[in-house]
């Protein structure tokens, strides 16, 4: 059975950092693509950064371009979400998905985790 674990959410001030990490279990990490979305209260559930299986080729949504950054250990089965110069906006429930081929284009993202709360206050 595939889980996905997130972690390292929180309260931070704006301008802060966080890193958020997405532990796998139960499937072949290596080779999936990997994803961060985030839904705030209201909204759609967004996509804001998505991986391929070597972590060479990443995707990311224009709000959180050059603050954040994707990466992942495939050693550890891990992805991760670094975030920098947070601000009020992207308060959210940050989700970590997966898609069991290699690529970012056209994945379904199949499996999810629970969501882990990221809270910037002002």
């Known amino acids: 059975q595939v889980q996905l674990v997130e972690s390292g959410g929180g309260l931070v001030q704006a301008g802060g950092s966080l890193r958020l990490s997405c532990v796998v279990s139960g499937g072949i990490f290596s080779s999936w693509a990997m994803a961060w979305f985030r839904q705030a209260p209201g909204k759609e559930r967004d996509l804001v950064a998505a991986?391929?299986?070597?972590?060479?080729?990443?995707k990311y949504a224009a709000s959180v371009k050059e603050r954040f950054t994707i990466s992942r250990d495939n050693t550890k089965n891990t992805v991760y979400l670094q975030m920098s110069s947070l601000q009020p906006e992207d308060t959210a429930v940050y989700y970590c998905?997966?898609?069991?081929?290699?690529?970012?284009?056209?994945?379904?993202?199949?499996?999810w985790g629970q969501g882990t709360q990221v809270t910037v206050s002002s």
């Open positions: 998905a997966a898609d069991p081929g290699p690529i970012v284009a056209g994945a379904a993202w199949v499996y």
């Open positions: 991986v391929n299986w070597s972590g060479d080729s990443t």
